[in-house]
């Protein structure tokens, strides 16, 4: 069972990740983990643009190319508070996160365009339960 210092240490890489270039290309996945990021990352940092430092190409007209900041997979992950837990019984790890992971958020029943009241609920429900302290 995870602990409040454990809480604490995924607040401080979170904000952390949050804080980078990788803020925005976080924000921008939308989701839970741009819902995050909406809290760390001012609005004003979105509209001045890729900073490039993780560029994809998202598209291609004619003569022009455009591109935009790619999330990195592992600061996503960050993000989610992915952690591994050793069994020490069977000498297995198992792949938990304080949040649910990008991709099973973006294939459950939240994943729509907008944030929605039931998005808000879940956020407001888990951020309840870390502060009474069942923070799994």
């Not at 990740?17 to 939308?30: E, F, K, M, N, R």
């Not at 022009?64 to 591994?84: M, P, R, S, T």
Request: with cysteine; glycine share 8%.
């Amino acid at each position: 069972m995870p602990r409040k210092l454990d809480l604490n240490a995924y607040h401080t890489a979170c904000d952390k990740v949050l804080s980078s270039d990788q803020g925005c290309a976080i924000q921008l996945l939308g989701g839970l983990v741009g819902w995050i990021a909406s809290e760390v990352v001012p609005d004003i940092k979105i509209l001045e643009g890729p900073s490039l430092t993780h560029k994809e190409l998202v598209a291609v007209h004619s003569d022009k190319i455009f591109i935009d900041d790619k999330a990195d997979y592992i600061k996503v992950e960050i993000v989610c508070g992915v952690y591994l837990q050793l069994e020490e019984a069977s000498m297995t790890a198992s792949h938990l996160s304080w949040w649910p992971k990008h991709d099973i958020w973006m294939g459950g029943g939240y994943a729509i365009p907008q944030w929605s009241p039931d998005a808000e609920k879940f956020y407001q429900d888990w951020l309840a339960g870390w502060k009474k302290g069942s923070l799994s």
